[in-house]
């Protein structure tokens, strides 16, 4: 295996990652309106996942940083023809950090509500946005002979990519719902149950016929073979299945095993589907642009590989152990949404 290759692929497993642990995140504010029944449930809700959400972008920051590094003319061409779509990304995760991090700076119903309201609506929008942006890679978009983008923000709207963008919110949604199971008690714990049941089918027909569409699109735009991208199609779908399977069956903590393999599988079809080229060229085939086209010379990938052995084991142990010192349920109670917050001391046995 290449370099550019081996590139290539860790970019998927950097945004297969940030997808899983984003994922339940943004889940979890897009169920603040119908879990919680008080201001005292979104306290609890939004601090299941306080501790975690910023450590869990980090991902994203990760994968953007290894295209920029790794596949500069990929990044440029990507930057450039989703200009609008990306920077109303960052504009709705600028408004969800506030969310975070202002809500409880001032008393006040009309104050909290409005926060928690901004926190919902970038919720939904992000992952959605994300879902478009990356389906409209292998969809297509209009390159020319340079490889630079020609087209409007109007050709990233495709059937296929908005269905990617409402499979990833519907996913998420079911992510979060099995998270909150997992991280709550009480009624909002039961309440998490339900919404969990209550997406679990609708859920599992949008992602399932997202990842049939995948392998069309691949085939059919990307002249792909449809071994490669069927393989994470059928991981995914089949994790979807037993998503909805272990719901029935109470095994709260397998279902949201079996979401997070699903939201992995989304992206994992999505890059199979892409490879060779890193960006399909619409209706001209011949302009995309290819791993090999967008790659760094050989002596930068070679350096950030070493770099990236280095620090990489240490952000995945730093956030493991984070994930297991604040792995205790919330019960209900007032908490602050900080990222800084950590569950009360216990008193020794005995």
Known sequence: MTLEIFWFCLIGVFWATYFVLEGFDFGVGMLLPFVARDDEDRRTMLSAVGPVWDGNEVWLVIAAGATFAAFPAWYATMFSGFYLALLLILVLLIVRVLSFEWRERRD??????????????????????????????????????????????LDLIGPYSV??????????????????????????????????????????????????????VATTRNDRDVVAPLIPAVVGAGAMALAVLFLVRGRSGRAFAASAVAAASMVAAIFAGLYPRVIVSHPDVGNSLTVADAASAHYALSVITVVGALCLPVVLLY????????????????????ASIAPEPRPPAG
């Open 108 to 153: 006040g119903e009309r104050w909290q509500r409005r926060w928690w309201q901004l926190n919902v609506v970038s919720s939904v929008g992000v992952p959605f946005l994300w879902g478009l942006a990356l389906a409209s890679l292998l969809q297509g978009v209009p390159l020319n002979g340079d490889h630079h983008f020609t087209g409007t923000v």
């Open 163 to 216: 269905l990617a963008g409402a499979a990833t919110v519907l996913l998420f949604a079911l992510h979060g719902a099995t998270f909150l199971t997992l991280r709550t008690s009480g009624g909002l714990h039961d309440r998490a149950v339900a919404a969990a049941r209550r997406l679990r089918l609708v859920a599992a027909v949008v992602v399932i016929g997202f990842l049939v569409a995948t392998v069309v």
């Open 319 to 338: 956030q493991g152990w984070t994930y297991h010192v604040l792995r205790a349920r919330l019960a209900g109670r007032s908490a602050t949404t900080s």
